[in-house]
């Protein structure tokens, strides 16, 4: 006998209970049921009360019936690096799990016989979140030691080796190209899917003309300014962009880490006292040179925010193998202009030992770039941005090491400042809160209490 449906100006009552969903239909008069309607809804302890879905199918099904998922299904680009995928594969795999017989059953009725409470698959879920958010932290921790090295590595390939930093950076671009793998062996058209190539288009072209202007501003100003500059302006107008564009805002503890990371970047950037006390006539040429590479950084700021900002608007459309795709070809194409236009001689190296910098330089950028770009899927622009200021206190040890120099009293306080507030930076995101889990407890207790109507 079929089930139908015919009642008319029905009323939905729905009821959560711990394990399961039930509803029933009720209508505004008193309703007999007609011969033929069946009208029974399992309620607990009835047969077939266990094969409603619990939270754990109910993942699974959003997952399978997701509109993205049907749609990276039916937009799959054609051609891919190692062939065509067989789809029988993955229902073959599958198939066993479905036919398992009796144990599978068995195993399906002994965890569903379990009863697992709310708050257990409440934990789960939070052990999940959490061990993301963790993994997501250490990869923008990484990223930022990457992005100290690339600094010290960039600086000893142009004093060393007298390796242009354009023409490292249009090395670097070269060699990056081969990311183009990744999204052709996922099937995925590696200029982005159709209807967002032109926001692609728009993210690599900021991101490589943040890179060009960064690059260009070392040969003008000392490569310690030049990078506390780029990376104070990219915090503090991420920000600002993500609120006007994406009207994504900060939390008042994150504002606060952000704002002392900036005070201590601005600390690094005070000049020293003999620089400040100087009674020497100050050559023009040298004052125009600096101030044309503070402004080229703090471009290259502005560049980079709009370049994160954009991704974090992409992060459910375009992976992070197509962005890094992107920002190479449009990196190839940027870089040479950049080299034309501020005439940089051409240099090449001419030793295993330049040339095993200049890898070491381009697998630095790849690991910074990867960090960043999947933290975006989860954070905010500007808490990314601000977590990379570890770069400056990071290539300031690294100096030390390899480029000997004593640093200033306002260099220490503020690298100090900066490792304190990304360090209590991921700490709030990362150690439990006690408070806000009591707090959604109580809150989640109360819609179970009362009915939804």
């Known amino acids: 006998m079929e089930s139908t449906h015919l009642l008319s100006s029905s009323k939905k009552r729905v009821k959560i209970h711990p394990h399961t969903v039930t509803a029933k239909y009720a209508t505004q008069a008193p309703y007999s049921p007609q011969p033929g309607v069946h009208t029974h809804f399992p309620q607990p302890g009835d047969e077939g009360y266990d094969d409603a879905p619990s939270f754990e199918d109910f993942g699974s099904f959003l997952v399978e019936t997701s509109d993205r998922k049907q749609l990276t299904e039916t937009k799959k680009w054609p051609l891919t690096l190692f062939g065509p995928k067989d789809k029988d594969k993955e229902t073959a795999h599958r198939a066993p799990a479905a036919a398992g017989g009796e144990g599978g059953e068995g195993v399906a009725k002994a965890a569903k016989g379990s009863g697992r409470g709310v708050g257990e698959q409440l934990a789960s879920f939070g052990e999940a979140s959490v061990s993301a958010s963790r993994l997501t932290w250490v990869g923008l921790l990484g990223a930022a030691l990457a992005h100290g090295c690339l600094i010290v590595l960039t600086r000893v390939a142009s004093e060393r080796f007298s390796l242009g930093p354009l023409f490292l950076l249009l090395v670097r671009c070269i ?39 960064a690059y260009s501003s070392l040969t003008f100003a000392s490569p310690g300014n030049a990078t506390t500059t780029w990376r104070l302006a990219t915090t503090a107008l991420s920000a600002t962009l993500a609120f006007l564009l994406l009207e994504e805002r900060l939390g008042l503890s994150d504002g606060i880490s952000i704002g002392a990371g900036l005070c201590g970047s601005g600390l690094v950037l005070l000049p020293t006292a003999d620089e400040s006390n100087s009674n020497s006539t100050t050559d023009p040429v040298a004052f125009w040179r600096g101030a044309f590479g503070w402004s080229l950084s703090a471009l290259a700021g502005l560049w980079m925010a709009l370049a994160l900002v954009g991704y974090r608007s992409l992060k459910e459309r375009v992976g992070v193998g197509t962005a890094l795709f992107t920002v190479s070809w449009t990196g190839c194409l940027l870089a040479p202009a950049s080299l034309a236009l501020l005439q940089e001689g051409w240099s090449w190296p001419g030793s295993a030992t330049a040339w095993g910098l200049v890898l070491g330089l381009v697998a630095c950028s790849v690991a910074a770039f990867l960090g960043m770009t999947h933290a975006l899927t989860r954070l905010h622009p500007a808490l990314v941005s601000a977590s990379q200021s570890l770069e400056i206190p990071i290539a300031m040890l690294l100096h030390l090491v390899v480029l000997p120099l004593v ?3 306002p260099e220490v306080i503020g690298n100090v400042m900066v490792i304190l507030s990304v360090s209590w930076l991921v700490a709030t995101k990362l150690l439990p809160s006690r408070g806000g889990s009591r707090r959604q407890r109580e809150e989640y207790e109360e819609i179970l209490d009362s009915p939804i109507k």
């Open 407 to 409: 640093p200033t009293a």
């Open 175 to 213: 060699v990056q190209l081969l990311s183009v793998a990744v999204p052709l062996h996922r099937g995925e058209n590696p200029f982005g899917p159709e209807g967002y190539r032109l926001r692609l288009l728009c993210y690599g072209i900021a991101y490589s003309l943040s890179l060009c202007c």
